[in-house]
């Protein structure tokens, strides 16, 4: 990076930043040979194609630079496939307006596209997207057959989630002694890595997840659900946060994955807080940081997957939450104020089964006791039959 401009406004039309600071810009990129322009903002076509127009450089947004991070980090066919499906499915969305401002024009970042119709391009594009679907449906399906399987044999799983660069990925490797990719850049990790781990003769299955952060698109999180699901569909969350970033940007990036989390309908999983790196810290600001964090966040610990610090706490809290893990069923006649219900359990229970029976809906849940509690009241309310968790 050789410079940086900003400007508090509403956006332009035509720029997204005013036109003297369009030409500020095109000054600096003059000035400092610069190749390209990055905006933390999403340009529409046109604003992209006359800021390259002023500049004579490529422009490109925040999502299109999150695109290319996550094209160099994938090491998977599952995620290279994801991230060609969010790369098609953005450039569908500019297809018509691209292919008109191309017409007679070389402006940088829009060249090869003026031999093309709008229809016949968009059509091409509508077809690797459809060639791309049905290879993930078919890893989809795999994995799907792999969960059940592991449902099957009776194990519980944990998933390790939170923002990108928090150590999910050391401390995956400090419990299974595994050799998942880690380092110092974003996104290392884009596609899950299961392992079997056991702690005091307990045997889970742990989950590298990919990391969060912050306005991730919806159309990223669509095209990784795949991926972002092993969470959904975990019985423990373990949700890393780097305690030796400063406060405000901790609770930033806290709020972000908690609403990712409730984004993925993974709200209702019981959670356990690992507040990493505390290695980096002194005593004094672990506890300054903890006494603020301690009540916006689930069961938090203390750790540093780097230096083994307090991993045995951990181990520790996690068979205790999983052991008082409960399973209880359920049925309720089918009433207006049923679906509302329903989804409700789905939010805070891991629902195993659920049928919709002629006149009434039976479903087997896990949850945590108190959960439980909440759910048998409810269904009593609705003159349903609860039957009682069972360890």
């Known amino acids: ?41 999403s340009l529409r076509t046109l604003q992209n194609y006359n800021l390259a127009k002023a500049t004579k450089v490529e422009i490109i947004d925040r999502f299109q630079l999150i695109l290319e991070i996550f094209a160099r980090r994938a090491t998977t066919v599952e995620a290279q496939l994801q ?19 191309c017409r007679g024009s070389e402006q940088p970042g829009f060249m090869g596209l003026g031999a093309y119709e709008a229809d016949v391009y968009r059509d091409a594009i509508k077809l690797q997207v459809q060639t791309i679907l049905k290879k993930l449906t078919v890893i989809r399906k795999k994995r799907i057959l792999q969960r059940e399987r592991r449902t099957e044999l009776g194990f519980l799983s944990v998933s390790l989630a939170g923002y990108t660069s928090a150590g999910k990925s050391t401390l995956f490797n400090a419990l299974t002694e595994a050799d998942a990719m880690v380092d110092r850049f974003l996104f290392t990790t884009l596609s899950t890595m299961t392992r079997m781990v056991e702690f005091s003769s307990r045997k889970f299955l742990l989950t590298d997840t990919v990391g969060f952060i912050d306005r991730l698109p919806i159309s990223l999180i669509e095209a990784f659900h795949s991926t972002l699901e092993e969470t959904i569909y975990s019985d423990l969350i373990i949700l890393v946060l780097d305690l030796s970033e400063p406060l405000e940007l901790i609770e930033k990036k806290l709020g972000v994955c908690q609403d990712t989390i409730s984004r993925l309908d993974a709200g209702g999983i019981p959670q356990i807080t690992a507040l990493n790196k505390v290695d980096k810290l002194s005593s004094e600001e672990v506890t ?34 999983l052991e008082n893990y409960v399973k209880g069923s359920f049925s309720v006649p089918l009433t207006a104020e049923v679906m509302p219900f329903l989804s409700w359990v789905h939010k805070k229970a891991e629902v195993k089964k659920e049928e919709f029976l002629g006149d009434h809906v039976e479903v087997t849940f896990e949850v945590d006791p108190q959960i439980a509690e909440q759910i048998r009241s409810k269904v009593e309310k609705l003159d349903g039959k609860y039957t009682k968790p069972v360890n």
């Open 288 to 321: 300054q940081k903890f006494d603020v964090l301690k009540g916006k966040v689930q069961n938090p610990l203390l750790i540093s997957a780097k230096k083994g610090l307090n991993l045995d706490v951990l181990k520790a809290q996690i068979i205790r939450m």
């Open 83 to 101: 991230i060609q499906l969010a790369t098609l499915q953005n450039e569908l969305r500019h297809a018509r307006e691209k292919v008109r401002l």
């Open 1 to 41: 990076m050789v410079g940086v401009l900003e400007q508090t406004r509403p956006p332009d039309a035509r720029y997204q930043i005013g036109a003297g600071k369009v030409e500020e810009l095109a000054s600096m990129v003059k000035e400092f040979g610069a190749d390209r322009v990055i905006f933390d903002n």
